[in-house]
């Protein structure tokens, strides 16, 4: 029987996971960076820029300072067994382990909020219960995540018990079960799975009522519901939550924790980006073709789900000064009403009135 203060070696040796990490999320970082800029590469095309935009800059932003947080966590071997890191390594590698989860955290909220934002714009007049459950839904998922922030430090009293366990030993800190911050953890990311997947089925309810074909529907709704995939990513994700409890070596198994969150948090600033980016590709892959986008002014390309090429506009243009119906046009899609209403082609507007006279000129 060993004494209890004499630590046994993990089985299969000193690994070091942190190289095959930092190919994975610095690629997936240079990614973001690029579609980032193609979004609003493609609110410059047309002219506006709106708060979903900033929302997704923000998120990329807390992904690049996850990921760069993180990388200074592996240069002090961060994803070893704690077993081969000096008394002094165990500390820093622990310290800046907890501090890289905020951003990650929060990079979740921010990026559903920026999908929200552009999905409230595009339902427009549409019934009162969307407009509401997205708020709710949009809302919801960022105070959980601020409190689930809240909770990952104030788990323990003082914080830095967290990484320097020697503080409870000597009775100069007190900390919660790791189950209490681990259980919200995973509520927290079972609603964000909720929430995606809301978010993704929100524009299957309204999409019917166009005036589309069929396959221009099926076209929206997989353009706007691309959040599923960022679901899929979540239920991977949180089965690996539970590697919080292990603190006795919790720079080895919270690899595959943080692995799946890059990945989550990545789908979600690229499925989130594919609309505004619509327009980049249209430019330079459509096909010039006449349509109801182009008769109408919109767009020069071909595609049915392109954004306008508007002219500048005399007034100042910010997420203020859009209206529903400007994103609605951005899809190629007549306005939506209520489901009371039924909606009309957006070539009726091109057909002239019986009553039309002509003016003198």
């Not at 807390?62 to 067994?81: P, W």
Request: overall charge positive; some cysteine.
């Amino acid at each position: 029987m060993l004494p209890p203060d004499v630590e046994i070696a993990p089985v299969g040796g000193d690994v070091d996971r942190g190289p095959r990490a930092l190919i994975l999320f610095w690629v997936t970082t240079g990614v973001s960076i690029v579609i980032i800029a193609l979004r609003f590469l493609g609110r410059y095309m047309r002219k506006r820029t709106g708060l979903d935009d900033w929302m997704m800059l923000i998120t990329v932003i807390h992904y690049i300072l996850f990921v760069a947080i993180l990388t200074k966590v592996i240069a002090l071997g961060g994803l070893r067994h704690l077993f081969y890191l000096t008394p002094q390594e165990r500390v820093k590698a622990v310290k800046w382990t907890w501090i890289c989860q905020p951003f990650v955290i929060m990079g979740f909220a921010t990026g559903k909020l920026s999908v929200g934002i552009l999905l409230y714009r595009v339902i427009g007049s549409t019934t009162f219960w969307r407009k509401w459950s997205l708020c709710f839904t949009v809302v919801s998922a960022l105070v959980f995540s601020i409190v689930n922030v809240a909770l990952t430090f104030a788990q323990c009293s003082p914080p830095s018990a967290l990484w320097n366990p020697h503080l409870v030993e000597t009775g100069e800190a007190k900390c919660w079960p790791p189950s209490i911050q681990t259980n919200f953890a995973i509520f927290v990311s079972v609603w964000n799975i909720l929430t995606d997947l809301f978010l993704a089925l929100l524009p299957a309810t309204f999409l019917y009522n166009l005036d589309l074909t069929l396959t221009k529907k099926l076209g929206l709704c997989v353009l706007l519901g691309l959040g599923i995939t960022a679901a899929v990513f979540a239920s991977v994700k949180t089965m690996f939550l539970t590697s919080l409890n292990e603190r006795s070596d919790i720079t080895w198994e919270t690899y595959n924790l943080y692995v799946w969150s890059g990945l989550e948090l990545f789908v979600i600033i690229v499925c989130g980006s594919v609309p505004p980016i619509k327009p980049v590709y249209d430019h330079f892959f459509g096909k010039p073709e006449v349509s109801t986008a182009n008769a109408t002014g919109y767009g020069r390309y071909g595609s049915d789900f392109s954004y306008p090429n508007s002219e500048p506009r005399s007034r100042r243009v910010t997420d203020l000064s859009k209206t529903p119906d400007d994103d609605q046009v951005e899809l190629s899609m007549s306005p939506i009403r209520s489901d009371a209403v039924s909606t009309h082609s957006t070539t009726d507007s091109l057909q002239p009135r019986r009553d039309d006279k002509y003016s003198p000129h």
